[in-house]
């Protein structure tokens, strides 16, 4: 794949802050190169579409399932020694 630079950013560099762009942990000017560059490089953006899918599928099947009120009663009741 040919690099390109696009938004004044390398597709190297985008790759190198991918993760953190996709967890907004960028500050404002970079993100607003990465921007710019997945709108100008096809590659980047399908590669950063793609990653950001894989992360958010992550968080949903990693996320806690709510636990009910009734367990939760259960839970604060044992742990207050009430029985």
């Known amino acids: 794949m040919e690099e390109l ?8 560099e985008v790759l ?6 996709v967890d907004g942990d960028i500050d404002d000017a970079m993100r607003t190169r990465v921007e710019a560059h997945l709108q100008g490089c096809e ?3 399908r590669f950063g579409k793609s990653f950001g899918g894989v992360v958010e599928a992550m968080r949903s099947a990693a996320a806690p399932a709510p636990l009910d009120e ?3 009663g259960r839970l604060k009741a044992a742990l207050n020694g009430d029985d």
Not at 16 to 21: A, E, P
Request: aromatic share 4%; hydrophobic share 40%.
């Open 5 to 12: 630079d696009v938004g004044g950013v390398r597709c190297s």
């Open 16 to 21: 190198d802050v991918l993760s953190d762009f």
């Open 43 to 45: 590659n980047c953006a």
């Open 70 to 72: 009734d367990l939760i």
